[in-house]
């Protein structure tokens, strides 16, 4: 597949502020607001609102136009989400191509956007996994200064970084919903790095996303690279804030095996998994359980169907703090050898 190369911002560009799955702005008007005024103040970029962006409710055929009118609009030089969701499956698969693929520019979610990423990637074109408006621009009390430094580099710079693993972590939300949360800075726990097995050094081009949304695409039949294109991508993987279980996790990467995916692919990189949600309030024991019997199911399926590539798990990106906007469909260097990773923004 060969991938458009994508425009950075300049100081003083406008950026669409999009809700391809729920409207978060319509229900969390303090947080939309905080998120818009970052964007001008921090970054110097221009929000613009389109009609469903907090329209709570919109139908699939309003975020559909919303969608084609912020990328045919040539003001508009990039388009960020405002969160995920859980219904892009049911509307993703029937975009034109033509309107996106005219007039390409950089799209910034995760989680439920990962259907529309995967759309934008069979059409050529490149995103970010990660660098939604309410969970990472809208960081309550101030933007960590590690997702501000990756923020930075998907928006205005370009070429191949190096990246670094954080030296802290945070999984536990502030509610949205109490607005004395709004400067409330979140508690950090120390975050063990990144954790390696496999010894090739390998490069390729990113792929992958929400592992409940790569499921999704696979129940309803929907497509995704080709098996010969899965011989150049390195795979991007991680879980959201439901908290699937291991034995979940396991199947869907079953699938991947079963599919032909796993023996292909370069390498698998794998964020680092929320383990701490509103209606199940892990302790810090409880939550690395949580993510080593999760680490220990993906690479015990990964190896039953290849037993050479690298796969780098408890990266910075997903559905916890804080976070790389991920370069999606880009090219990425894993240096097992000397225990590096690289990406190309």
Request: glycine share 8%; with cysteine.
């Amino acid at each position: 597949m060969k991938m458009t190369k994508l425009s950075k911002f300049q100081k003083g560009d406008k950026v669409a502020i999009l809700s391809p799955s729920f409207a978060a702005p319509g229900k969390w008007p303090n947080i939309y607001e905080l998120g818009q005024k970052r964007l001008k103040e921090v970054f110097g970029l221009v929000p613009v609102e389109f009609p469903a962006t907090k329209k709570l409710g919109a139908s699939k055929e309003e975020r559909t136009k919303d969608l084609i009118a912020a990328f045919e609009d040539k003001e508009i030089k990039g388009v960020i989400s405002s969160l995920g969701g859980d219904d892009q499956i049911t509307y993703i698969k029937n975009l034109p191509s033509e309107p996106f693929v005219n007039n390409p520019k950089p799209y910034f979610g995760y989680s439920d956007n990962t259907h529309f990423m995967n759309f934008l990637w069979l059409n050529g074109i490149p995103s970010y996994y990660g660098g939604a408006l309410f969970t990472q621009f809208a960081e309550q009390g101030n933007i960590h200064e590690y997702t501000l430094k990756y923020l930075k580099l998907a928006l205005f710079e370009e070429g191949e970084v190096e990246l670094e693993a954080s030296k802290e972590y945070n999984d536990v939300g502030l509610d949205w919903n109490d607005p004395e949360n709004l400067n409330k800075h979140r508690n950090y726990e120390p975050n063990a790095g990144w954790i390696w097995d496999g010894n090739q050094n390998v490069e390729g081009i990113t792929w992958g996303g929400c592992v409940e949304s790569i499921d999704e695409i696979f129940r309803h039949g929907g497509r995704i690279p080709s098996l010969e294109d899965f011989e150049n991508i390195i795979l991007l993987a991680e879980t959201s804030e439901e908290l699937p279980p291991a034995d979940y996790v396991y199947r869907v990467f079953r699938a991947l095996g079963e599919r032909g995916v796993l023996e292909r692919v370069k390498g698998i990189l794998i964020g680092r998994p929320k383990a701490w949600a509103f209606n199940k309030q892990n302790s810090t024991e409880q939550k690395e359980e949580y993510r080593k019997q999760q680490r220990e199911a993906i690479l015990e399926t990964v190896r039953k169907y290849n037993q050479s590539i690298p796969v780098v798990q408890n990266l910075d990106f997903g559905h916890s703090d804080p976070q790389i906007p991920m370069p999606y469909g880009m090219p990425a260097r894993i240096d097992a050898e000397n225990k590096k990773i690289f990406v190309t923004f």
